[in-house]
């Protein structure tokens, strides 16, 4: 029977084996998948593209009003699925950044226009506005005036009825169209206001008419809780919402107040629906905090209106200011640059390492390696989440730097060793001792460049995250490469007698040490 510290030995072996080849099939494996899914980092707008437009608000706001525009716009670009999009304060205005996009109008369109949503009792419809062609034309500021009572959407002229069953058909009148109001011009977004009458377009199947003057908005909003675009069986698109806890008494105080009327829900200055409130049913009963919303809505609108729905509106009123398509050659030549310095610089080092530490250079080769596969399977898997910050040259900065920590770890280490074996013992005693030595000094010096990149990445905005994201991320990948992989595989070589002990690229050669077992 072997003796207990041969045993001990032995376990102690076989783990050391054990955490190398777990750490370098994780590698191995997660590279391989990544590569296998097709997924790649999700490069930033300098690297990759894509639009970046800047909004200021319509008017003075508060600093509370404009952080939660900024978190309502995040959501409303992350809704459309497209990732690595951020938004921020730039002064008094908001930057927003959305890289790798094909369809930059269709973005603009989304993010710009859904600025706030109303319901708004509908008091009469309105023809086209004739402007230019007719002599009796209104300026933009003059007063709308009241219906005609023949054109009022009101109760009585709807006259609306459920039909025989009154389980899903009705029969309501159309009043005609107010044609004093064919004088007047649509209202202009930016006057387009809660406590304001105001006369809108609809949108192509959105109603009976061309447009519409509706009252005073009682609801925004910010009622709806949740809200999705689906298609019923018959093919129609149709928005489905659930209210809020708030919402759902003040949506049916709404609807009883205007049953068998119109309640028109306009988003920024369009009119996407006016329906009739509960037609099929003879007298009001509570919506339950849910609904429809209905009509001949295109699949487009109805997902930029569920959109806007979801993510409530915004607290003030935006004005794009610019909008411009960044091209990502300039990034892309500055990348490539870039990283054409930093392999060349690379490749001097690792050069240098194995001329000076000979076997001990191979495991800082092997070291990066397996760490680069590492990053590169990660950061590719967390491009399709919305935890990490899109990659782009800051990022790339931040790895860069991460770099140099990393290849200090592993001077750190052999420099432990070399005092080891200086103070007369061999390499294979050094090896256990010279690592608890420098894994305190490891530890320390990566927690003070963590703790940086923490703070660093809650306080700054913009491309300084990234940096900050992507420095941490590298230097947390140091600690766990330092002490699963580095430490396993330079005692397992120090402990092989011809590795620690040849004449050329032995350990020993590299610490510049005797390979005989120190005195007893």
Known sequence: MSPPSSR?????QRSLVI??????????????????ARWSPRLGLDLDGGLSVVYKPAHKVSTSDLNQTVTILTNRVNGLGVSGATVGTQGGDILVQVPG???????LKTIGETAQLYFRPALCGAGAFVGATSHGAKSPKATLPACTPASQLSESNLAVSPASGGTTNFHENTPPVDKTLADYPSTAPTKDTKKKTVLLPAINGAGQYTRYLLGPAPLTGHAVSHAVAQQTQVGRWVVNY???????????????????????????????????????KTSFS?????????GHLSESQAKTLALAMQFGSLPVRLIRETSQTVSPILGHSALVAGLGAGLAGLLLVLLYTIVYYRLLGIVVFSGLAVTGALLWALISALGHTSVAPSFDLAGVTGIIVSIGITVDSYIVYFERLKDETRAG??????????????????LAADTVSLAAAVVLFFVAVG????????????????IFMTYFFTRPLVVLLGRNERLAGGRRMGISRGLAVSTEPEAA
């Open 242 to 280: 659930t209210l809020t806890s708030k919402g759902s008494p003040a949506w049916d105080s709404l609807a009883s107040k205007y049953f068998h009327q119109i309640i028109a829900i306009e988003l920024d200055g369009r009119v996407y629906s006016a329906p009739v409130i509960q037609p099929t």
């Open 425 to 442: 013992r061999s390499v294979r005693t050094s090896v256990d001792r010279g690592f608890k030595s420098a894994w305190r000094t490891v």
């Open 101 to 107: 996009i094909k369809n930059g109008q269709g973005v």
């Open 286 to 294: 509570s919506f339950g905090g849910k609904g429809e919303i209905s």
């Open 463 to 478: 491309e300084v995250k990234g940096f900050a994201f992507f420095l941490g991320l590298s230097t947390l990948m140091d």
């Open 19 to 36: 955490s190398l080849a777990i750490v370098i099939v994780i590698a191995v494996g997660s590279l391989a998948g990544v590569l296998a």
């Open 8 to 12: 001990a030995q032995a376990r102690r």
